[in-house]
Every structure is written in structure tokens, then in C-alpha cells.
């Protein structure tokens, strides 16, 4: 038996944060072992940093660098210890939409040829391969609506979509990592689809 890493993606108004939240109850309820709810940004000083940073007109590079910082102390001081624990880790958010909305403020904003593989790059060494990633697929017009008008820098129709291509892209080249699933549907169906799905990808 070891640590298991499930992440939970999908553009903002997908529903992330309340599917990561019913799912964690879920698994509590169903096994025996310690699920830990995390997500990134993080809640430390770096994660309020990059929070900060999405607030204010920064480089995008030193964005996805900041990012980047927050993502390892992430690993460092919280995953790996957990999955050193043998406990199950779910991620409302990871390395997927690093790589997705990034991937689109860098191809907006920098002569990098091609800015998925550029960040990908940049990680390789010291990431963890989750060990399922569950994309909440909702249209982008329906994310904004849902949003309303509280929206900060990433939160507009016209990025959201170019944000929803490079997911499209990024599960087209690891299939068996991701289960899709359609966010549009009420609450309960969403997760009971991932709960029926998920032991036939993950052994617990």
C-alpha cells in the first residue's frame, strides 16, 4: 500500500473547489485510510504571493516562476510527507492548470515556441505525477456565467478558451491519466461518476 495523488482541473467556474470538497467526504466516509485536502496556490506565503501576483500586471514569466516556487515548497513540505504517510492526497488544482493557463499567458506575451512543453520543462525534475486527474469539463461561456462579475485577471470568455484548448491538448497526451467528466451536471451526478469510476482507475 502506498500514497495516492488525485488532483482536481478544470477552468475557473468549473466547480472545482466544491467537487474536491464532496469528493474528500466521499472517500472519508468509504475507507479506512487519512485523505488530505490540499490545493495551490497554496495557503503559504509563496501561494498568498502568487495571489498577489495574479492581481497585479507582472511579467508573466516571473508569474509562472512564482508559481513554480509555490508548486515545490507544495511538494516538499506537504505531498511527500503525506504520501510518505501512505494517505491520499486531492489537489484542488495542480501542475495541469500551471501548464493551461500559463501555457496561455505566456503565448500571449513571450516569443516562447511552445509554452505547454516550456513548463513542463521546468518541472520535470522535482513534480509528482499525480496518480489521477479528474478535468471537470465545463464550456467556457458556461464557467463565465456561473462567475458572474467577480473576476479577476484569468477570468474572461476569450482566455478561458484558449486556457480550455491547452487542457484539451495536455489530456490528449496522457489519456490514461484523466477522467473527464462532465461538470455541467447537477453536484450529486458529477460525483457519483467520479466515485463510480474511480476504483476502476485507482487501487486503494
Do not use: C
Not at 8 to 27: F, Q
Not at 84 to 93: F, G, Q, T, W
Not at 157 to 164: A, D, I, P, S, T
Amino acid at each position: 500500500m502506498k500514497g495516492k495523488i488525485i488532483t482536481i482541473e478544470g477552468i475557473d467556474g468549473s466547480g472545482k473547489s466544491t467537487i474536491t470538497e464532496a469528493l474528500v467526504e466521499k472517500l472519508n466516509r468509504k475507507l479506512e485510510r487519512k485523505i488530505i485536502k490540499t490545493k495551490e496556490p497554496t495557503d503559504s506565503w509563496l501561494g498568498n504571493s502568487v495571489r498577489k501576483g495574479l492581481r497585479k500586471n507582472i511579467d508573466p514569466l516571473a508569474e509562472a516562476f512564482l508559481f513554480t516556487a509555490d508548486h515545490i515548497e507544495h511538494i516538499e513540505k506537504e505531498i511527500k510527507p503525506h504520501l510518505d504517510k501512505k494517505r491520499i492526497v486531492i489537489s484542488d488544482r495542480y501542475s495541469d492548470s500551471f501548464y493551461a493557463y500559463q501555457g496561455a499567458t505566456l503565448a500571449q506575451n513571450r516569443s516562447i515556441k511552445n509554452p505547454i512543453k516550456y513548463l513542463k520543462n521546468l518541472r520535470k525534475d522535482f513534480t509528482i505525477k499525480p496518480d489521477l486527474t479528474i478535468f471537470l469539463d465545463v464550456s467556457p461561456r458556461t464557467a463565465m456565467e456561473r462567475l458572474g462579475e467577480d473576476k479577476i485577471k484569468f477570468e474572461n470568455l476569450e482566455f478561458q478558451k484558449k486556457v480550455y484548448e491547452n487542457f484539451e491538448r495536455i489530456i490528449e497526451e496522457e489519456r490514461d491519466r484523466f477522467l473527464v467528466v462532465d461538470g455541467e451536471k447537477a453536484k450529486d451526478d458529477v460525483i457519483n461518476q467520479i466515485m463510480d469510476s474511480i476504483e476502476l482507475k485507482i487501487n486503494f
